[in-house]
């Protein structure tokens, strides 16, 4: 069953069509499953949608289109007036790095079609041919369908390496034939039916003091979190660590109500829920235009991780390796859900932008060995790392296609120590023990081919770790907003916007990432904004223990996937390799995160296939 699912499963998507004829066999594919479509100014269709139809506003004057799809504050008026300054495909950059929020920017210019995303990948494209015309879509399962794409099952072995930031094999689609357009990018399809990608992006420069960044970056976060709640009567909130406290204290001065919602843990050093209590109370002293309701959901009333992994049936478009943790944040927005909320804010984001890489020493190390030296052996100190893999790692000048060319050769070796330093362009990937010859000479290729061609997504380590860690942990809060679809809660990330990414990087580095304070940048540009005792909260709770825990009591639905497991139907793992190993002893902290990757490709294939059996018989 490789086929793609039917858009009549998928709840929510987006089509982008050329202003070709060759086009129209796509849009007759389409057009009887949308709830919105619009055209080019020639007539022919030009964006086919399904889904939330409050989060799209079209703006013409012309031969001009253009569209703005997401969370953002662009209503229809402001929407013309741009349409009317567009003299050309180029000229949408004015608005691609003004306009605040997360969304597709996409346009018809005479003909001509200009479509993105953000740069994190939260709003993704994805792109392929059907026929003689290119088309794109916002979900690379729809894009197959349109295509006729297959499944590639050297793409889906690239989905059980460990970790999930490999650059940029890990964004991969499946589906042979389907393609990403990186977050930097657009893409521009012809009126002759040519398809190309021009870059629009790029690095802000990274020489801002921490105290002008702080003032901006408060500034960019007030404006993100205000084009959630503008409106709404009601918004739900996570309210955890210094990132998700940051965001709801931003909402509630700005007069929203908030209800926000803790998670309690089994771990006794989990200090959530205190740190929680104290900013709720000192929100609701101070007094201000916003108010804010707070529950505690207590630890036994919290799915664990592993939770009903071998029953779940979302429809999503790639595998995905927070399957183990659904239920746990699902439970959340199954509570925004009951009372209302149509937009639910949390703090995702914030670990990469604010506490930064520390591979960003390696960089620096030429530059100003001194000050290198110095935060080196302060990361050195605080985790304990290997001071001779220290020095090897920052010693160590390969560019990265060569650095790649080693995780290939590499990829079945033991995983990195806990005490293994992060200088290295990203930590290494590695297949998990259970995986085939095949998929491993597979992935090996595929990484090989990749090695030659690739470049990595800044000048340095730590810029280039920073954004391709962004990119994949922004993947679930992309899958988190297909699981509520169209129905749910939006599930909100303000520190992936572009505007809030580009004013995080622009600060000096050795300012924003030190090993000396957590997080210094978010912690000057609360300033005011957090409970002041709050502000330089400096401790950050994990769920290591309820994955331990989760394990035991949820092992019975993990070793149900192994039993005609379709990774083995398939040739990509050892089915009883990989059952030995889920009834064993498995640490949380370190060897998990092989075996995520693998239950996320099983439940993804065995939904998938549901899904298209499903499609089979009513067809």
């Known amino acids: 069953m490789d086929s793609p699912v ?7 998507w987006l089509v982008v069509l050329p202003d070709t004829d060759a086009a129209a066999a796509v849009a007759a594919d389409v057009l009887p499953y949308a709830t919105a479509s619009h055209h080019h100014a020639s007539g022919r269709p030009w964006l086919v949608s399904r889904g939330r139809a409050d989060e799209l506003t079209v703006g013409t004057c012309g031969g001009v289109r253009l569209a703005v799809v997401g969370e953002h504050a662009v209503d229809r008026a402001e929407a013309d007036r741009a349409a009317a300054a567009v003299t050309d495909l180029a000229s949408l950059d004015r608005f691609a790095r003004s306009w605040h929020g997360s969304y597709h920017l996409l346009a018809s210019v005479h003909g001509r079609v200009r479509a993105q995303g953000t740069v994190t990948g939260v709003r993704s494209l994805f792109h392929g041919t059907a026929g003689a015309a290119h088309v794109a879509a916002d979900r ?4 197959a369908g349109l295509v006729g794409a297959p499944l590639d099952e050297g793409r889906l072995a690239l989905q059980l390496l460990s970790l999930g930031v490999l650059h940029p094999l890990s964004a991969r689609p499946v589906w042979r034939g389907v393609e990403a357009v990186p977050g930097t990018d657009c893409l521009v399809l012809e009126r002759d039916g040519r398809a190309r990608r021009r870059r629009w992006w790029s690095l802000p420069r990274r020489d801002v003091p921490l105290a002008e960044g702080a003032s901006l970056l408060r500034e960019e976060l007030r404006r993100a979190v205000d084009v959630r709640v503008r409106g709404r009567d009601v918004v739900t909130a996570d309210l955890g660590g210094l990132d998700s406290t940051a965001v709801v204290c931003t909402a509630v001065r700005a007069g929203a109500d908030v209800i926000a919602y803790t998670a309690a843990t089994h771990d006794p050093r989990g200090d959530d829920v205190r740190w929680a209590h104290r900013t709720v109370a000192e929100l609701s002293s101070a007094g201000g235009a916003g108010r804010i309701e707070h529950h505690v959901v207590p630890a036994g009333e919290f ?11 979302d429809v999503l478009d790639a595998p995905s390796l927070y399957a183990v943790d659904r239920n746990r944040r699902m439970s959340l927005l199954t509570l925004a859900a009951k009372r209302g909320s149509t937009v639910h804010l949390s703090g995702f984001g914030g670990d990469e932008l604010l506490a930064g890489a520390s591979a960003r020493v390696h960089e620096l190390l030429p530059r100003d060995p001194r000050t290198a030296v110095r935060h080196a052996r302060g990361y050195l100190a605080k985790y304990r790392w290997s001071r001779r893999s220290a020095v090897r790692q920052l010693l160590d000048r390969r560019p990265y296609g060569a650095w790649l060319q080693q995780i290939a050769d590499d990829l079945t070796s033991p995983l990195p120590t806990l005490d293994e330093p992060l200088f290295q362009w990203c930590s290494p990937a590695r297949m998990p023990p259970w995986a085939t010859p095949e998929a491993v000479d597979a992935v090996r290729t595929l990484i090989r081919q990749e090695a030659a061609v690739t470049e990595p997504l800044g000048p340095g380590h730590g810029e280039h770790r920073e954004l391709a860690t962004m990119q994949a942990v922004s993947r679930f809060a992309r899958q988190l907003n297909q699981m509520t679809s169209p129905d749910g809660p939006r599930f909100a990330s303000p520190f992936y916007d572009d ?8 600060v000096r580095p050795a ?9 210094p940048l978010i912690v000057e540009a609360m300033r005011g904004v957090v409970p002041e005792d709050c502000r330089t909260r400096a401790t950050k709770a994990n769920a290591t223990l ?13 070793l149900a996937l192994c039993e005609d497991s379709r990774l083995a139907e398939r040739g990509l793992v050892d089915a009883d390799a990989w059952r030995a190993w889920c009834s064993g002893p498995v640490s949380a902290e370190l060897e998990n995160v092989l075996l995520h990757p693998t239950v996320g490709c099983e439940v993804w294939l065995r939904t998938h296939e549901t899904l298209t059996r499903r499609n089979h018989r009513d067809g």
Do not use: C, I, M, N
């Open 499 to 506: 505007r809030v990414v580009e004013a995080g990087l622009a």
């Open 511 to 519: 300012e924003r990432v030190t090993p000396w304070q957590y997080k």
């Open 140 to 143: 690379a399962d729809v894009l």
């Open 303 to 313: 799915p664990l991780t592993f939770d009903g992994v071998d029953a779940l049936t």
């Open 546 to 558: 309820e994955e331990e825990v989760g394990l035991r009591r949820h092992r019975d639905a993990l």
């Open 6 to 12: 039917s858009l009549t499963v998928v709840p929510s």
